[in-house]
């Protein structure tokens, strides 16, 4: 599970969201979109609240705590037995895809290694992964 972090959108309120220089997808030059934020508003043993904030393109900034479970006991009182298979399902099935097609949450080693050879500049968490798992030799090509 990646849990959200506490930082500013921990706490921020819709009046602060709609603020936010918008982020996302773009069309005719404009962006439209603010690409998803969270904050940690609540990591106790029994209860993990996050904080969402985004807008898609043809919605209001949207900014609403959902609270997650953090074990299958509670997923199946909070949602029931049938919830939590649908959830599970749909996860792993987005997840299979994005790896099979080489995007979203795959093995991170994989997409600094496409991103470096496409020449794109990696991020200093990319080039830390990257001088942790990498050869000498690649990782000077990397670093670069």
Known sequence: MEK??????????????????LDGKEKDGKFTSLSLKRGLVK????????????KNADTEVIVYDLSLPLTIKQAEIMYGESDVLDAIWTSKR??????KAGKGQGDPIVAIVRKANK???LSESEKAIALKWFTSATKKEIVK
């Open 43 to 54: 990591d106790a043993p029994t209860e993990y609240v996050e904080r969402r904030v985004f």
């Open 94 to 99: 987005i997840k299979t895809d994005a790896i």
């Open 119 to 121: 020449g794109e500049r």
């Open 4 to 21: 959200a972090k506490r930082n500013e959108f921990s706490v921020m309120s819709l009046e602060q969201a709609k603020l936010l220089p």
